[in-house]
């Protein structure tokens, strides 16, 4: 299956991804977690991205489009995928739509958690104070919960649009949660 999973920051998309592709057998591919390695690697993306992450804003569409057609081309991602933080802006939308119809492929879902958002905010705070993350302040994070509703929480209409959309609820335990979203796949297309 191809598939991306949509969500605001908190709201358990890197745990869920990483479930949901295990027990279909395709990769989970984080452009968040490619953007943290090449920064703990110190390369020149990392270099490249470092402060922009920092910041909580988005990194450009011409850096991460470029990324993530190089990931897509790699062996394991041949028979499907789940992307998780990508795409994050329309523009990425449409990068992506061309991306798969040079391939000839086609997305079959995409899943959108939804969260409270005062909920999440307040998990967030209390993960930056046991994890010691000081410039995780509630201004950051509400911040950053700002960007996602203006830039990424639109892309919710396109896919519905499509008739791609699966919403989940993503309150609640990380098992329960899982559940939902296997149950929602069942009522997709498959490839
Ligand atoms: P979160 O779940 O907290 O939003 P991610 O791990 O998905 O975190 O992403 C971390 C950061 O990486 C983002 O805040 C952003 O700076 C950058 N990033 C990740 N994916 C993208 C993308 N598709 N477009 C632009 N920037 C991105």
Same mark, same amino acid.
């Given at each position: 299956m191809r598939l991306i999973i949509l969500g605001p920051p908190g709201a358990?998309?890197?745990?869920?991804?990483?479930r949901v592709a295990a027990r279909l057998g395709i990769p989970a591919i984080s452009t968040g977690d490619i953007f943290r390695a090449n920064i703990k690697n110190e390369t020149e993306l990392g270099r490249q991205v470092k402060d922009i992450l920092a910041s909580g804003g988005y990194v450009t569409d011409e850096i991460t489009n470029a990324i993530v057609r190089d990931r897509l081309r790699e062996a394991d991602a041949e028979g499907g995928f789940l992307l998780d933080?990508?795409?994050?802006? &329309?523009?990425?939308?449409?990068?992506?739509? +061309?991306? &798969?119809?040079?391939?000839?492929?086609? #997305?079959?879902?995409?899943?959108e958690l939804t969260v409270d958002e005062d909920a999440v @905010?307040?998990? &967030?705070?209390?993960? +930056? %104070?046991? %994890?010691?993350? +000081?410039?995780?302040?509630?201004? =950051?994070?509400? $911040?950053?919960? +700002?960007?996602?509703?203006? %830039?990424?929480?639109? &892309?919710?209409?396109?896919?519905?649009?499509? $008739? #791609? #959309? =699966?919403? @989940?609820?993503?309150m609640g335990e990380v098992d329960e949660v899982t559940s939902r979203i296997d149950d929602a796949l069942k009522g997709a297309r498959r490839s």
């Open positions: 358990g998309k890197g745990t869920q991804a990483t933080g990508y795409p994050r802006t &329309l523009a990425q939308v449409d990068a992506l739509d +061309a991306m &798969l119809a040079e391939d000839g492929q086609a #997305l079959d879902a995409v899943i @905010v307040h998990r &967030l705070l209390k993960r +930056a %104070e046991i %994890e010691g993350r +000081a410039d995780d302040t509630e201004e =950051v994070i509400r $911040e950053r919960q +700002a960007i996602y509703r203006r %830039e990424t929480a639109p &892309l919710a209409d396109v896919y519905a649009g499509r $008739e #791609l #959309l =699966v919403q @989940v609820d993503g």
